[in-house]
């Protein structure tokens, strides 16, 4: 485990004991951060654990207690996850956010469920506030049904004449939770799916997948994975030629540091769904600008944001709730509304799901560009969420 200790707000992150004291000894109170710093994802885990960072030692404290925060790399692996957070809770700590990705986040879950915790995290999957939903979880970010939703309904209503699908998949549990919403969609528009090309997690050519879709003459290619293999295959079907007569469609990419990995030329043209902007004008969203822009002296990502949103959702909890007692917490955090990244954000009591805007942008031509960080305009907000009693959640 990485330890660091925050000592107040603005503080900076400095080396803790190696020993780790029980949950809120001395005035202080043990957080735990659960992210890829090393495998396949790595530059994703690093992203979303500077956020986390950020956030933390921003506040510097919730409900009186200093917070110490502790970072536990799970290396890409949903069993190390499990192992490192089951060490991390056998030594006291009983607060934990962040995960990489979904199979991450569903296992910890269950995890910090059972031994009396509290998670919250960013996971993209259905099942983490449907079927696996528990008592103890909180989700961040919207779903794969809000990313499909958000994205796919409004692109259909400016573009009607685009009715044949082509779809490229990441064979885990997020990239099946993408595809299997994006065929309800179609299906309710009557929509054509043409086929679909798996890939597996460690993938990085895709040319053939991409040949594939190309012969099958879609009207559009949807991308339906994330992280380094979006930039990949995105980056692979412009360079095959696909934008001159297909539109592409990523619903859920990472906005602004996929975008300057791509640049201006790939992105033009191009449909994504976001989860944040950095460009939107909120009281939450200008706090976290300042703070990353102090530190990156740059605009916030989304991977930035989103670490910064699960320690901020923690902060919002402990204060209302005024102990750092997880039933209490838990409690806290049912229902609450609070000012976040993308705006009013509410945590939804029945399945812990945050309510808050998905976008749809549509990135823009290198001369339309007003600053560097400008790739994309905002076509839609949209809170695309299905209905508690539908979501498959049965609180445990």
């Keep these: 485990m990485r330890r660091r200790t925050l000592l107040g707000a603005g503080a900076g992150l400095v080396a803790a004991p190696a020993v780790l004291r029980a949950q809120g000894t001395g005035g202080r109170l043990e957080v735990a951060g659960v992210y890829s710093l090393s495998g396949t994802f790595a530059n994703v885990g690093d992203l979303l654990n500077k956020g986390t960072q950020m956030a933390f030692e921003h506040y510097g ?65 259905d099942e983490a506030t449907g079927s696996d939903c528990n008592r103890a979880s909180f989700r961040w970010p919207g779903a794969s049904f809000t990313a499909i939703n958000a994205t796919l309904r409004p692109f259909i209503e400016r573009n009607p004449n685009t009715k044949r699908w ?89 906005g602004l540091d996929q975008f300057q990995a791509w640049g201006a030329d790939i992105c033009e043209g191009v449909y994504f769904g976001v989860n944040y902007w950095h460009g939107v004008d909120s009281p939450g969203n200008r706090v976290v600008s300042q703070v990353v822009r102090q530190k990156t002296n ?28 997880i039933p209490a917490v ?39 560009m007003r600053d560097p960080a400008d790739f994309a305009d905002v076509l839609a907000a949209t809170k695309a969420f299905q209905p508690p009693e539908r979501t498959g959640c049965r609180m445990a």
């Excluded at 879950?109 to 999957?125: D, L, N, P, S, T």
């Excluded at 944001?305 to 909890?317: F, N, P, R, S, T």
């Excluded at 609070?338 to 705006?343: C, K, N, Q, R, S």
């Excluded at 808050?356 to 990135?363: A, C, S």
């Design 61 to 125: 404290s919730a409900t009186g207690l200093r917070i110490n925060y502790t970072l536990l790399d799970d290396q890409g692996d949903p069993g190390r996850a499990v192992r490192r957070v089951q060490e991390a809770m056998g030594q006291g700590i009983r607060h934990i956010v962040g995960c990489t990705n979904s199979a991450i986040a569903l296992a910890v879950a269950k995890e910090v469920h059972a031994r009396g915790g509290i998670y919250i995290h960013m996971a993209g999957a």
């Design 166 to 254: 082509y779809t490229i998949t990441g064979q885990y549990v997020f990239g099946e939770s993408l595809l299997t919403n994006l065929k309800s969609v179609l299906q309710e528009a009557g929509h054509r799916h043409l086929g679909n090309s798996y890939h597996s997690l460690s993938e990085r050519e895709y040319s053939g997948y991409i040949t594939a879709a190309i012969a099958a003459q879609p009207d559009v290619l949807a991308i339906c994975n994330f992280g380094n293999q979006t930039v990949d295959v995105l980056r692979q079907a412009v360079s095959f030629g696909m934008k001159r007569n297909v539109k592409i469609v990523v619903p859920w990419s990472t």
């Design 298 to 325: 740059g605009p916030t990502n989304y991977l930035q944001a989103c670490g910064w949103a699960v320690a901020q959702m923690l902060v919002e909890g402990l204060n209302k709730a005024g102990t750092a007692e």
């Design 330 to 368: 838990i409690r806290a955090l049912e229902g609450l509304s609070y000012e976040g990244p993308t705006g009013t954000e509410t945590i939804r009591a029945e399945d812990h799901q945050v309510i808050k805007d998905y976008y749809l942008m549509l990135g823009k031509a290198r001369s339309a």
